[in-house]
């Protein structure tokens, strides 16, 4: 039914259009708009001559008046149809209408017996949204009354399937011919359009004609969307469409388009004159069209926002706060050591110089503005070697290279040989002492970078047998039998995809085809928990940066976070369309972002569950994000081959990076935040500076309502370098605690 849409959309449209649906009696429905002051084409009609049909469905609506007890509205109806006090006391079949939580809105301006229906069905604002053809919510219940279907099916018939591509060729001259201002917006109208009406057609076995439909307009489309529509030519039958998961999904959930008001009245105002309901319909059933006030966006701007699978995320999807400052550090106490008295004439000041280089906003006394309380979730405490560690982190900090493009990094690569295991996966620990990598044969492999060998704890016996009080004790519990350069895991049953380590370096995760998630002990390289919740693969796991929590995602499209002492799940994150590629913590733990092949990335708040950012841009499946140091920005990478810097507290990208030529598997921020490295499959790592990137933008509240992004075009100024390797694919990135950058791939011969 081509009913006003909802109460945001049309708050202004009410006001000078007034819209009249009306049957003619052969299933077609005409939309017909009308000024204030002009007459309906409709005409008067007091008598209730007309078909059966008609009026039967009157009575029906004035049954279901008179149950929700609107007798005033009762009688306006009776009247201005003609009908005698007694006429809708007779027994009727069917009943339907819909109340708006008081008077319904019944104008007395005359029209026939359809058209007050429709005047009833269309709400004042406040009523809730109709949306589907034959559903009308009744406010005063708020459920579906069973019965309103049978009389509202008229309106869901399908349209002619030989008009289809003349509605569309009508539509697609209508935008060709609008201005230049509003013509890049309307056009974004297409693909969904033409997606519908292709599966409409499929639907109702019209198999001809949306070949027919598909061959004829499938070249307009963005090029872009050409894998969706790949997929899309292969169902040409509706037992295709059941068993898609894909385009179920495009049927069910609706295609998001960012509309300037003025576009979408032109919009609007030509498909009631053209009387084009089918077109009306797709656009109300299946399309959420997100106005905003002020002007057009421009081709160039679109552009950078569009190529997800449902269309942009809603302005109203971004508007949450998110506390993306840093938690405050504790304060440890570092003890002088004789070599740095010497090196450093006063230890403390390269300590207080740290912060104010990093503008982390940790250790520092004060609390970051933008960080959550500190107690929002609850993390884990710290422990001795916990603190020891963030000793040695700061010691190591004082002899950090700043960077920066006159002071690049210099970069180690670990290429691994004769990997015809096939490497899946790589992860280095934070002090960069291990190395581990998931391969295809279902091992994870963990070899030590140090000369430091891997040893085993020694059995329950030997241990009895140690001085617990004695001070190298945990030197004495390693059994130097076991030393050895790697140590093989054991325990998938299919390809390891995503592996971390623990902060501590104590655990290592894996996540594998085989839908499980494994926690592995590094002291007896044995594993503790088998992590049971996913029904599919699982493509990516990572911890979080305090530790004990951490997040994997997959195929079953769900992120989960979990905890290393809870078998089930603490969060569940549902709502991406496709599968979760990648995932990433936030620096402060208190969030978290996924990637997925529907091209989207997502950010989670884990203390609710609810996505906070849907951020839009990728043209192919995300398989990389890297969060800076501030947590302030992030960066991501797809297989389109472009990197997409984001603002994460207005939720708005703020940079395209070009110059790879292949999926982009590895991104990371240097220490400080200054450089962003990316490691492509097109075997290259490039540099880019990320201090002059962030500094150029310029963000308003503007901006951030209506996505009037400006990207500057300097990929070129931005880039550092690029270090290509022999013929080895780059698939993880690290900065060691000193800025020297660490790079992994397995060599392709």
């Known amino acids: 039914m081509a009913a006003v849409q909802d109460g945001q959309l049309n708050l202004e449209v009410e006001k000078d259009i007034k819209t009249e649906i009306t ?28 078909s059966g049909e008609d009026q039967q469905t009157l009575l029906a609506v004035l049954q279901f008046l008179k149950r929700n007890k609107l007798t005033e509205s009762v009688d306006i109806l009776r009247r201005e149809a003609g009908l005698s006090a007694d006429a809708d006391d007779s027994p009727v079949s069917e009943s339907a209408g819909a109340g708006s939580g008081g008077v319904p809105n019944v104008s007395a301006d005359g029209g026939d017996a359809n ?52 509605y569309y060729n009508g539509l697609k001259k209508f935008i060709e011919s609008v201005l230049d201002c509003h013509r890049a917006e309307l056009s974004q109208v297409f693909y969904p359009l033409f997606v519908h ?75 009631q004159e053209r009387q084009n309901n089918q077109i009306w319909n797709i656009i109300q059933e299946h399309l959420y069209i997100d106005i ?41 106490e570092v003890p002088l050591d004789d070599e740095d008295e010497e090196a450093e004439n006063e230890e403390g000041k390269p300590k207080k110089k740290k912060p104010k280089k990093d503008s982390m906003g940790s250790k520092s006394k004060k609390q970051d503005p933008n960080a959550p309380q500190q107690t929002r979730i609850p993390l884990p405490e710290l422990k001795d070697s916990d603190k ?15 960077l920066g493009p006159d002071n690049l990094p210099s970069i180690c690569f670990y290429s691994f040989l004769n990997a015809y295991q096939g490497l899946t996966a790589v992860d280095f620990t934070d002090d960069s002492s291990l190395i581990a990598g998931g ?22 016996a030997d241990l009895s047998n140690i001085d617990k009080e004695s001070d190298d004790v945990l030197e004495r519990i390693m059994d130097e039998k076991t030393a050895s350069e ?120 884990v203390l609710t569950g609810n996505c906070v950012r849907i951020l839009t841009g990728h043209k192919g499946p995300v398989h990389s994000l890297a969060f800076s140091p501030n947590g302030k920005f992030m960066a991501s990478g797809a297989t389109d081959g472009r990197v997409l810097l984001w603002d994460v507290g207005h939720g708005l990208m703020v940079g395209e990076l070009k110059g790879h030529t292949d999926t982009i598997y590895a991104l990371k921020f240097s220490r400080d935040g200054e450089i962003l490295a990316s490691g492509s499959m097109d075997n290259t790592v490039k540099l880019w500076d990320t201090l002059k990137a962030f500094d150029d933008v310029e963000l308003d509240d503007f901006t951030a309502a209506t996505g009037h992004i400006h990207l500057p075009e300097n990929s070129q100024e931005l880039l550092l370098g690029t270090y290509m390797t022999k013929s080895t694919p780059v698939i993880h990135l690290h900065f060691t605690r000193r800025n020297l950058l660490l790079a992994a791939g397995a060599y392709n011969p």
């Open 23 to 50: 049957n003619d009696g052969s299933g077609n429905i005409n939309v017909n708009s009308s000024s204030p002051g002009s007459t309906s084409s409709g005409g008067k009609s007091k008598s209730p001559a007309g």
């Open 115 to 166: 058209s007050l229906l429709s005047r009833v069905s269309i709400a004042t604002p406040v009523a809730p949204p109709v949306t589907a053809p034959p559903k009308v919510v009744a406010a005063s219940g708020g459920e579906d009354q069973p019965d309103v279907n049978v009389v509202l099916s008229a309106y869901s018939q399908q349209g002619d399937p030989v008009l289809y591509p003349l």
């Open 197 to 271: 009406m292709y599966l409409e057609l499929v639907y109702n076995n019209h198999e001809n004609e949306a070949k027919q439909f598909f061959e004829k307009f499938s070249g307009d489309q963005e090029c872009y969307y050409e894998e969706d529509l790949r997929i899309l030519s292969s169902m040409s039958k509706k037992e295709h469409m059941k068993g898609n998961e894909t385009m179920l999904d495009f049927r069910t959930s609706k295609f998001v388009l960012r509309i300037s008001r003025d576009s979408y009245q032109l919009l609007k105002r030509h498909l």
């Open 292 to 332: 905003f006030d002020g002007m057009p966006r421009s081709k160039s701007q679109i552009d950078a926002m569009s190529g997800s699978l449902a269309g942009e995320g809603k302005r109203d999807a971004n508007k949450a706060k998110v506390f993306y400052g840093l938690l405050k550090e504790p304060e440890i």
């Open 388 to 402: 020891l560690d963030k000793i040695m982190n700061m010691k190591e900090a004082t002899k950090k290279i700043r």
């Open 439 to 460: 391969f295809a044969d279902s091992t994870v492999r963990v070899w030590s970078v140090t000369p430091k060998k891997l040893r085993r704890v020694k059995s329950a």
């Open 486 to 605: 790697s140590k093989i895991l054991y325990g998938h049953s299919g390809p390891v995809y995503g592996i971390s380590f623990s902060p501590d370096r104590n655990y290592l995760l894996s996540s594998s085809e085989d839908g499980t998630v494994r926690l592995w002990s590094l002291q007896t390289f044995t594993c503790l928990v088998g992590y049971k919740g996913h029904n599919y693969p699982v493509w990516d796991t990572q911890f979080s940066p305090y530790g004990y929590y951490f997040i994997s995602g997959g195929h079953d499209r769900v992120a989960r976070l979990w905890a290393t002492d809870h078998y089930q799940p603490l969060r569940m994150f549902a709502g991406h369309l496709a599968d979760i590629t990648c995932t990433r913590f936030h620096p402060n733990s208190n969030y978290v972002a996924t990637g997925s092949a529907d091209r989207t990335i997502r950010l989670w708040d």
